[in-house]
């Protein structure tokens, strides 16, 4: 019984020194082995490893995949006109060197985040303050990237290495700080009605203007066609004229007659106009005496 207990307890013994000296580096990561605190080995290849047991050696892991930085800090830049601005970027960055990154930077990845971030921030504030607004929104935007990526990179390849790549600066956006955001809107506000309140001002010139041309036109074309009218409507009466003329010199007893009729048609203009004529004395009524007695 002692047998088998003394063999089981020495096969416990043998798998707990095993696992202790076997580890297991992922395809994403460094596995960096410590020697009473030194760094004795990096191991960049995945699979299964082997070190010695605690406390003689011990093994920590670094994250060799591409990292991003995003900035945090709100805090506004100057630019070359003194305007506040507030820059949001973020930073691509892979550790490449663990050995140089641990001695010279921290033992994690938020070590070097924390430095690239002030870095980061250092190097835009010293490019911004180059540059307008104008040119942060447009034509220099890409240099500034440029510039801000080569002064990063000098800071960490400098005369302590970081250990550390980064491969891409970009700016996600630009814009004023809220202290002057305010002011800026009113004055883009005040901007947008003065060019509203001009092209309203224009438009009611115009219509003005077309309105008057209108009138003008109507007046013109009014003034004209009286003007034909009157020409055709004497051209009529002329010609009546001519008719009647010709008509009554052939019968001035009608001439004579319809003279009389057209008086009387003038006089009576109702229904209630009553004229009272001694018809002996009128020759409207002796013309109808004589057709009559003509007619017998």
Not at 67 to 95: F, G, N
């Given at each position: 019984?002692?047998?088998?207990g ?8 043998v ?24 760094i ?12 010695l047991p ?16 995003d ?58 303050n ?16 440029a510039?801000?990526k ?16 980064v ?62 009218a009157?020409k055709v ?38 229904k ?25």
């Amino acid at each position: 019984m002692n047998r088998v207990g003394f063999i089981a307890s020495t096969l416990l013994v043998v798998i707990a020194l095993a696992s202790s000296m076997l580890f297991i580096v992922d395809q994403r990561q460094f596995g960096v082995v410590y020697a009473l605190g030194q760094i004795k080995s990096v191991i960049t290849e995945p699979g299964l490893h082997v070190k010695l047991p605690p406390p003689f050696q011990n093994v920590r892991y670094i994250d060799k995949r591409l990292l991003t930085l995003d900035s945090s800090d709100v805090e506004p830049m100057l630019t070359a006109e003194k305007q506040r601005v507030v820059i949001d970027w973020y930073v691509r960055w892979r550790i490449s060197d663990p050995q140089e990154y641990i001695r010279n930077v921290g033992l994690d990845e938020a070590a070097g985040a924390a430095q690239l971030n002030r870095v980061v921030r250092n190097a835009f504030q010293e490019e911004v303050n180059k540059r307008t607004v104008q040119e942060l929104l447009s034509s220099q935007r890409e240099s500034l990237m440029a510039d801000v990526k080569k002064e990063v990179l000098e800071a960490v390849n400098g005369s302590k290495p970081w250990g550390i790549d980064v491969v891409d600066v970009r700016i996600t956006r630009v814009d004023y700080a809220e202290t002057i955001t305010e002011s800026v809107f009113r004055r883009m506000e005040a901007e947008r009605k003065r060019v509203a309140n001009e092209l309203r001002s224009t438009g009611l010139a115009e219509g003005e203007k077309i309105r008057a041309e209108a009138d003008r036109e109507r007046d013109i074309t009014i003034a004209n066609a009286y003007r034909d009218a009157q020409k055709v409507k004497g051209e009529g009466d002329a010609e009546a004229a001519r008719i009647y003329a010709d008509a009554f010199g052939k019968e001035p007893k009608f001439a004579n007659f319809y003279r009389n009729l057209e008086a009387y048609k003038q006089t009576f203009t109702s229904k209630g106009d009553v004229v009272v004529v001694d018809p002996s004395s009128t020759e409207f009524f002796n013309a109808y005496q004589g057709s009559t007695k003509s007619d017998k």
